[in-house]
């Protein structure tokens, strides 16, 4: 509904970005999205948790990818932007959770 509402702006840009669960380091740590959780985990307890069987798809996306794709849509011209829906976020990034905690394990015994 929000992105019905913003789109249906006139007589300003409109461009709606869909982003996936960012990962990365930040000056304000979200520690409650799933990667980042993952490490904290880690480091406090010298484990990772996962729910349920950890089967499960989740889509994540770098925090400097996130970035890169804001400043692209700020420096595009308006009329290949506006009104657009954009998902930012890559199929190469879609993982189980259970193969996520193992890379995030095996890359902090490096």
């Known amino acids: 509904m929000a992105e019905k509402d913003i789109l249906a702006i ?10 996936v669960t ?7 740590m979200r520690f ?3 990667v980042n959780a993952m490490i904290l985990t880690l480091f406090r307890e010298g ?5 349920r069987p950890g089967v499960q798809k989740r889509p994540v996306v770098h925090v400097n990818d996130v970035a890169d794709a804001i400043t692209g849509v700020i420096e ?4 290949v932007v ?4 954009f998902n930012v976020g890559s199929n190469d ?7 996520l905690a193992h ?3 095996q890359v902090s015994q490096h």
């Open 47 to 51: 484990k990772i948790r996962v729910g």
């Open 32 to 34: 409650d999205l799933m």
């Open 10 to 19: 006139k007589n300003m840009p409109r461009t709606v970005l869909r982003l």
């Open 93 to 99: 990034q879609n993982h189980n959770v259970i193969d």
């Open 103 to 105: 890379e995030i394990f």
């Open 22 to 28: 960012i990962y990365g380091l930040s000056p304000k």
């Open 82 to 85: 506006d009104g657009e829906i």
């Open 76 to 79: 595009s011209l308006c009329d």
